[in-house]
């Protein structure tokens, strides 16, 4: 009980931060979106140590709620006072409770989910301050080469180190073929997928790819 708790309290730390930022004008838009985003998914992916499945599943569930609570009432910024194009934050909530009810393997939730956070989150941030003029469009929404290139990188960053602790689950040849073909797929699964539903395709992606190797 005190793990959940612990985990609760956790996320309110991160959004009562992602507030203060914003107030204080230090994040704004975009960046402070992607803070939480970033923030949030990196201490999400721990949770299987911490918490039980059923437990990841019903905080997510209290997410899910929060967030279409505060679409309704905006009274928490946390999505950085931006127009909602989008269903990233609904997408990213779901995702957590979808993940865990495809997997009881800790490192390959841990594995979806820094997708999410990182990969994701990441190619953003970097794709829009360094990719202005290397961009282009897949059905209508803005991509940035750097940012494509990114999410493909960090992928391969994620399964590299992240593979190595399931060695016992992951021969050596599937091991790097995973590393070295999966990145790309989920960058295409990235890009043909928008208003935020890739929050959702991609960790299921990376969970459908290492749920198949067993």
């Not at 127009?83 to 997408?91: H, K, L, Q, T």
């Not at 997708?115 to 282009?136: E, M, P, Q, T």
């Not at 790097?176 to 991609?202: A, F, K, R, S, W």
């Amino acid at each position: 009980m005190f793990a959940v708790i612990a985990c609760l309290v956790g996320i309110c730390i991160i959004l009562a931060a992602a507030e203060l930022l914003w107030r204080r004008k230090i994040l704004e838009g975009e960046e402070q979106r992607k803070f939480v985003h970033i923030s949030t998914g990196v201490f999400v992916a721990f949770w299987p140590w911490l918490i039980s499945w059923r437990s990841i599943q019903l905080i997510g569930l209290a997410m899910l709620l929060g967030v279409l609570i505060n679409r309704r009432q905006k009274s928490l910024h946390f999505s950085g006072n931006i127009r909602m194009e989008g269903y990233g934050d609904v997408c990213f909530a779901l995702a957590i409770i979808l993940i865990a009810s495809l997997t009881t393997t800790p490192i390959f939730f841990a594995l979806a989910i820094f997708h999410l956070a990182l990969a994701d989150g990441l190619a953003a941030v970097i794709g829009k301050n360094f990719g202005k003029d290397l961009r282009y469009k897949v059905f209508h929404q803005p991509k940035t080469v750097i940012g494509s290139m990114t999410f493909w990188f960090i992928s391969v960053c994620i399964l590299g180190t992240g593979l190595l602790f399931a060695s016992s689950l992951i021969p050596f040849q599937t091991y790097v073929l995973l590393v070295v073909g999966l990145p790309p797929i989920l960058t295409i699964l990235e890009n043909v997928t928008g208003m935020g539903l890739d929050n959702i395709v991609v960790p299921v992606g990376v969970i459908v790819a290492l749920q198949l190797t067993q």
